[in-house]
Structure formats: C-alpha cells, structure tokens
C-alpha cells in the first residue's frame, strides 16, 4: 500500500495568519491527491482533488500544489470556521490511502 | 441535493454479523461509483471496498484488511449501497461511511453523517 505522511501532527494559527500543511506519498503519485477537512462529529469533507483543483463552494483561501510526492495544502487568511482536522488521500492506486490527518486549532 | 444516509449500525458480538445501508438521493446513484470507509477514534480513514456502475459490470474491490468478510452489493432500482460484515472482530469496530465517488475517480466527493458499529462481548 501506498504510506501517506502528514506533518505537522497538529498546529495552531492565528485569525488571519496563512499556514501550510505537507502530505508526503511513500511513492510517486502523480497529482493523485486529495485535501479533506473534518470538523468534530461530522464527516470528512472534499476540499481539493488533483492535487490542486478546488471543489465548488470552497472558499479561496484553501490552495493545494505539488505533484509526485510530495503536497501541500495553504490556508491563508485564517477563519474560525478552518479548525478542525484535515487529511490527505491518494487516489492513485489501490487501496486508496489516508494520511494520519493534522489538527488544525485557532490561536 | 445530495443525500447519503446510513443504517444498519450498532452492536454486535465477536464473530457476529451485520448488514450496513446506504439510502442514495439528490443524484442519479446508478451511474455512479460508490464505497465504504470507516474511521475508528481519533484515527483517519480507511477506504474497505467499492462498486463499480452497471455499464463497468458492478465489479468490486476491497481492501485486504477486509476482503473474505465483507461483501459490498448496490441496488439501483431503490437508490441503496450495501455492506454485508461477517466474522466481526473487535478491531472492526468504527463509524462506517458510505461515499460517493467523483465520477470514476478515487475521490469522495459526498459522505453519509456514518454508523457507529461496536463489536464487542
């Protein structure tokens, strides 16, 4: 199976405040790649797929980039409702695989 | 708009059995791909299997972590993803997550609010 690996495990951010989140695949995925928020008690939500295509209804300050192996995921301007914990997957090959996730806390 | 909504949940006891739904709407599920996922607490998920639309056979895949035990099965005419569970094991316990699929991609771009299964004595 393909690894996913997310750093950091979790962060806090400022109102405003622009932050990154790296996913790293154990092996080239192409742009394979999804971004999911998940807020507590609630399903995972897509955010991102190939790598760097915003899903409708999305706002803007959620970007996506990278190809291969390594990703990324930018949230710039910061907002209350970003908290919660956001997971990469890969839909390259199978089975398709999750990263442990990164906790994402307002400051 | 799209609606996924689970059922079948609960308790059961090691070795047991369950048989998970998934109601569809808002979409026309038949010409979709469709999956299970379950996260356990306070860990990420994990894809367990997938159906493919009529026009590609309704084939199947699934992850090894379950493969043998369960069996996912669709039924287009009443809008329904199933997921049959035997041989339950403790470790199988998890919110259970039905997913739409982003056309034929392996990306889930709806989820159901999920089912809790406990397996446990």
């Known amino acids: 199976d393909i690894q996913m690996t997310q750093s950091p495990h979790s962060l806090s951010a400022s109102l405003g405040e622009t932050v990154s989140i790296e996913c790293l695949a154990s092996?080239?995925?192409?742009?394979?790649l999804a971004w999911y928020q998940q807020k507590p008690g609630k399903s995972p939500q897509l955010l991102i797929s190939?790598?760097?295509s915003l899903q409708n209804g999305v706002p803007s300050r959620f970007s996506g980039s990278g190809s291969g192996t390594q990703f990324s995921l930018k949230i710039s301007n910061m907002q209350p409702e970003d908290e919660g914990i956001y997971y990469c997957?890969?839909?390259?090959?199978?089975?398709?695989?999750f990263g442990g996730g990164t906790k994402l806390e307002l400051k | 708009e799209v609606k996924l909504l689970e059922s079948g949940g609960g308790l059961v006891q090691p070795g047991g059995s369950l048989r998970l739904s998934c109601a569809a709407s808002?979409?026309?599920?038949?010409?979709?791909?469709m999956s299970w996922i379950r996260q356990s607490p306070g860990k990420a998920p994990e894809w367990l299997s997938f159906?493919?639309?009529?026009?590609?056979?309704?084939?199947?895949e699934y992850n090894p972590s379950v493969k043998g035990r369960f069996t996912i099965s669709r039924d287009d005419t009443q809008n329904v993803l199933y997921l049959q569970m035997n041989t339950l094991r403790t470790e199988d316990t998890a919110i259970y997550y039905c997913?739409?699929?982003?056309?034929?991609?392996?990306?889930?771009?709806?989820w159901g609010q999920g089912v809790m299964v406990t397996v446990s004595s």
């Open positions: 997957q890969q839909g390259y090959k199978y089975p398709p695989t």
């Open positions: 092996e080239g995925i192409s742009n394979y």
């Open positions: 190939f790598a760097s």
């Open positions: 997913a739409k699929h982003e056309w034929q991609l392996f990306y889930f771009d709806y």
């Open positions: 159906i493919r639309n009529k026009a590609n056979s309704y084939t199947t």
């Open positions: 808002g979409f026309t599920f038949a010409d979709f791909y």
